[in-house]
RNA sequence: GCGUACGUGGUAGAGCGGCAAAUACACCAGACUGUAAAUCUGGCGCCUUCGGGCUUCGCAGGUUCGAGUCCUGCCGUGCGCA
């Protein structure tokens, strides 16, 4: 056990790719993963059903939203998030933290904390790592995160300091108000930018925390790719081997390659049901935007050979048609694609490591080269 | 037949004589990385070396430095009266 309410089985590496299981109270997922996110209780337009057809294994909540609305004690009247959300399996809530940075306009951070315009009506509200924990707490999430700041990528060096000098004492605060270690673990956050001094110093000083788990923050905030990898390559190798390691908000397949490259094996990312919902499907080809003129009368699936529900179900055309005629089921369909074309890639990144086939899975694999400006493939003209 | 109102870009619909012409929709393309996003951005007469050039508001004339906007006639449509 890698705490009291988490295990990490290790069972394999090739190269510094990892092959895992982790198990939590409510069940295990294996790792390398990938965790759809579910902001505000739901991830958007898919059901649980959808969800668990896809492969995925645990989805992610947000503090920041649920606290705000339906309110944290409302989620625990109702059960917990689990029940909530109607998901039995592993949930991971992010600690509101990402909203300090994403939000900037409207907060002033302190070094106790953040002071937010709430969005719905505008009331200010103060967020602390103790009240991430509390809301956290109530939540019930299997994994919880430290209150952290994530600044953006090209703040500058005095900046990212000073973020990362308050993301560890917050971090040191959630761990002395955490008050259910026994059945939430929680996880510290690496901060510190596209520096490997303050990269380094923020991890030994998590590790010191002896936390269940450890992520990397930060990344994929403008940096760009080589910053990105730079940064892995230099922060993973000092966290702890038995513990798992999460890059939080990442990314296009590309970057979750890389990742797993560089040894992590936690991944969540908004991008295949945002995008699903704004009409872009990815394929191994690359991107496919149904609202283009092209697709209209389209017969193929959304992506040749893909097992999931909208693939085996919809032509293109039909596809591109709900969107154009703002039906609901255009979204739903290629959210459904786009959550299982991730946990395909997650499903054959673990075999590739099983088999010691990582380096030849990164080098043939076109998924591993699907990046932001990736673009279909033009087939016979 | 007489009277009257009106004819603007793919559609609907603005437009005190100085506009390639509001706005909306449609259409075309792009963006989206711990979700204030089923959202947002750009294009949408023609050409362009992106500076600009050219042709437009039913048709034909006229007034004016200048007309989608004023005048005359014609054509078409709606309404009223016969």
């Given at each position: 056990m890698t705490g009291p309410a988490l295990q990490f089985d290790l069972f394999?590496?090739?190269g510094q790719a990892r092959l895992g299981r982790v198990t939590t109270r409510h069940g295990?997922?294996?790792t390398p993963a990938f965790m759809?996110?579910?902001t505000q209780g739901t991830i958007k337009g898919m059901l649980p059903d959808h969800i668990a057809a896809t492969g995925s294994q645990i989805i992610l909540g947000n503090t920041y939203h649920l606290m705000l609305r339906p309110g944290e004690q409302t989620v625990a009247a109702l059960g917990d998030l689990h029940r909530f959300m109607a998901w039995p399996g592993?949930?991971?809530?992010?600690?509101g933290g990402f909203q300090v940075f994403s939000l900037a306009d409207i907060n002033r951070i302190g070094d106790d904390g953040v002071t937010f315009k709430s969005h719905i009506d505008g009331a200010t509200v103060h967020l602390t790592p103790e009240r991430s924990m509390a809301v956290q707490n109530a939540l019930g999430a299997d994994i919880i995160m430290a209150f952290d700041e994530c600044p953006p990528g090209t703040a500058p060096i005095e900046y990212q300091q000073k973020a990362l000098e308050r993301t560890l004492r917050w971090a040191k605060v959630s761990v002395d108000?955490?008050?259910?270690?026994?059945?939430q673990s929680l996880f510290g956050i690496v901060q510190g930018g596209t520096s490997e001094k303050l990269r380094a110093f923020c991890a030994e000083?998590?590790?010191?925390?002896?936390?269940?788990?450890?992520a990397v923050g930060g990344l994929a905030v403008g940096e760009g790719f080589e910053a990105m990898k730079a940064v892995l390559s230099f922060t993973t190798p000092i966290?702890?081997?038995g513990k798992p390691r999460y890059l939080m908000g990442v990314g296009f397949p590309r970057d979750i390659v890389a990742g797993v490259a560089r040894g992590i094996d936690m991944f969540d990312c908004v991008m295949p049901t945002r995008n699903g919902r704004n009409a872009y499907a990815f394929t191994a080809n690359g991107a496919i935007r149904l609202r283009n003129a092209q697709y209209s009368r389209d017969t193929g699936p959304l992506e040749d050979g893909c097992d999931c529900y909208s693939c085996r179900t919809f032509t293109r055309g039909a596809i591109r048609h709900f969107f154009s005629a703002d039906e609901m089921l255009g979204p739903i369909l290629v959210s459904v694609h786009n959550v299982r074309f991730y946990q395909r890639l997650m499903t054959d990144i673990r075999q590739a490591i099983a088999e010691n086939q990582f380096d030849e899975f990164q080098r043939t694999d076109p998924r591993c080269g699907l990046g932001p400006t990736e673009r279909t493939k033009v087939v016979n003209g």
């Open positions: 394999r590496q090739d295990a997922f294996d759809p996110v579910g592993p949930i991971l809530t992010d600690s108000s955490h008050a259910r270690s026994n059945d000083e998590l590790i010191k925390l002896d936390l269940p788990g450890y966290l702890p081997v």
